[in-house]
């Protein structure tokens, strides 16, 4: 499966971004991670094919996943947005049934190429 991530950009602190991750076929599980400059990839939420959800302990409360399976799209809405967010974020998916949402990236076959989010303090 092909992955296509969009909606990155720049924003200040405070504000709002969606993410967008298309993907070009069915897929069970999905998954949003980030890479900041200089850190390892971290998981920063996940959606099961039924609607289990997982967040980060850093982005609870102010991130919401969702996906379309109609569409073959999975989203992230990022409000409250602060320079620590700042990565290039990931989109990931599988079609192996996994035990509800996986943040572990080594559960992902399929991985996008990547779109840089960027929040100015």
């Known amino acids: 499966v092909q992955l296509q991530a969009s909606g990155g950009g720049f924003v200040q602190a405070g504000g709002s971004l969606r993410l967008s991750c298309t993907a070009s076929g069915r897929t069970l599980s999905m998954g949003w991670f980030r890479q900041a400059p200089g850190k390892e990839r971290e998981s920063v939420a996940a959606?099961?094919?039924?609607?289990?959800?997982y967040y980060s302990d850093s982005v609870k409360g102010r991130f919401t996943i969702s996906r379309d399976n109609a569409k073959n799209t999975m989203y992230l809405q990022m409000n409250s947005l602060n320079p620590e967010d700042t990565a290039v974020y990931y989109c990931?998916?599988?079609?192996?049934?996994?035990?509800?949402?996986?943040?572990?990236?080594?559960?992902?076959?399929?991985w996008g190429q990547g779109t840089l989010v960027t929040v100015s303090s």
């Open positions: 990931a998916a599988t079609k192996k049934v996994l035990v509800g949402a996986s943040p572990d990236e080594y559960d992902y076959d399929d």
């Open positions: 959606i099961s094919w039924s609607g289990g959800i």
